[in-house]
């Protein structure tokens, strides 16, 4: 069964700051990977995705893959209040799909 | 376009109880999920449709939980009986095709069990 394992737990950074969030997973043969974010009461919602190895950016967040490590992170540039919430990564392998417990994520003013 | 749809948003239930959560998926998608979230469990997997077709029964939530499409359109997720460790909240959600693209998650069913 793959293990999709998220890094920090918790996470408090000044506005503006730079913030990465990370993820493992277990499964080499994985083929998607995407960061979902939540704020609080409310339901998940797709940030990004990535399939192949290497960078994707998409105005202040840059998500990285790397396969061969079996890890993927999520960058956020220039970090804001609006950004505070549960950040959770998805990985999808041949016939199933997990997601991680979640980076709560904080960010002051 | 609509999103994803829950009802209800909101449940109180006794010990014992049956309770059933509804959900419509976004019109078109082929996959529906169903998932139960906890501060300590994360996001756990119920049942999952392709196409009205049961394809993930969820594993140790078999016993209690039972999740039905009867049309394309509408999905129930039926907990029998309720037990305090229940309280969750249930969300689902519907995808295109999980595969490569994501999953558009309702607002949810907030669930209390006394």
């Known amino acids: 069964q793959q293990k999709v394992q998220q890094s920090p737990e918790s996470l408090i950074v000044p506005e503006g700051a730079m913030t990465s969030l990370n993820c493992t997973f277990s499964?080499?043969?994985?083929?998607?990977f995407a960061w979902y974010r939540q704020h609080s009461g409310k339901a998940p919602k797709a940030l990004m995705s990535?399939?192949?190895?290497g960078e994707k950016e998409e105005g202040r967040f840059t998500i990285h893959l790397n396969k061969a490590s079996l890890h993927f992170s999520l960058h956020i540039r220039d970090s804001q209040p609006s950004d505070s919430a549960l950040y959770l990564c998805?990985?999808?392998?041949?016939?199933?799909?997990?997601f991680g417990k979640g980076t709560s994520l904080t960010v002051i003013p | 376009d609509a999103g994803v749809t829950q009802t209800p948003r909101h449940e109180v239930a006794e010990k014992g109880q049956t309770i059933i959560l509804k959900c419509e998926p976004v019109?078109?998608?082929?996959?529906l999920f169903w998932y139960r979230q906890t501060k300590i469990q994360g996001l756990e997997l119920l049942s999952y449709?392709?196409?009205?077709?049961?394809?993930?029964d969820g594993g140790a939530f078999k016993d209690r939980f039972k999740a039905e499409m009867l049309n394309s359109s509408f999905s129930t997720l039926k907990i029998q009986p309720t037990e305090p460790k229940d309280s969750a909240v249930y969300l689902c959600?519907?995808?295109?095709?999980?595969?490569?693209?994501?999953?558009?998650f309702g607002p949810g069913t907030r669930l209390l069990v006394l």
């Open positions: 959600a519907s995808s295109p095709d999980w595969v490569q693209d994501t999953q558009y």
């Open positions: 499964d080499s043969a994985s083929q998607y």
């Open positions: 990535i399939f192949s190895n």
């Open positions: 998805a990985v999808t392998g041949y016939q199933n799909f997990y």
């Open positions: 019109s078109g998608h082929n996959d």
């Open positions: 449709f392709r196409s009205k077709s049961l394809m993930e």
